[in-house]
């Protein structure tokens, strides 16, 4: 099993930046990939990015060139830089990892909210 905390959420203005982390805890041995989904109000959980343990990375289009996703696999821990932040990306944010035996596992979700 493999137990995933969010954190770094919170209030920012538009233009501004925000760091997301995610410690990973548990079977952190098994974990492949790792990565971020987001969820607005009334809309579907949504793909953002992802990261593999050599550090092989795939973006949404929609955050390509702002968003960037790291990995420090010593702490077992990933990373979402947020920058040039809009009021469209206020939602839940959502650390998930998939094993070697392809399980996925999500976090809590932490809440970012971009408004002025």
């Known amino acids: 099993q493999v137990q995933l905390v969010e954190s770094g959420g919170g209030l920012v203005q538009p233009g501004g930046s925000l760091r997301l982390s995610c410690a990973a805890s548990?079977?952190?041995?098994?974990?492949?990939?790792m990565g971020w989904h987001r969820q607005a109000p009334g809309k579907q959980r949504e793909f953002m990015a992802t990261?593999?343990?050599?550090?092989?990375?795939n973006y949404a289009d929609s955050v390509k060139g702002r968003f960037t996703i790291s990995r420090d696999n010593a702490k077992s821990t990933v990373y979402l830089q947020m920058n040039s932040l809009k009021p469209e990306d206020t939602a839940v944010y959502y650390c998930?990892?998939?094993?070697?035996?392809?399980?996925?596992?999500w976090g809590q979700g932490t809440q970012v909210t971009v408004s002025s």
């Open positions: 990261i593999t343990t050599s550090s092989s990375t």
């Open positions: 998930n990892a998939v094993d070697i035996w392809h399980k996925l596992s």
């Open positions: 548990g079977s952190i041995f098994s974990i492949n990939t």
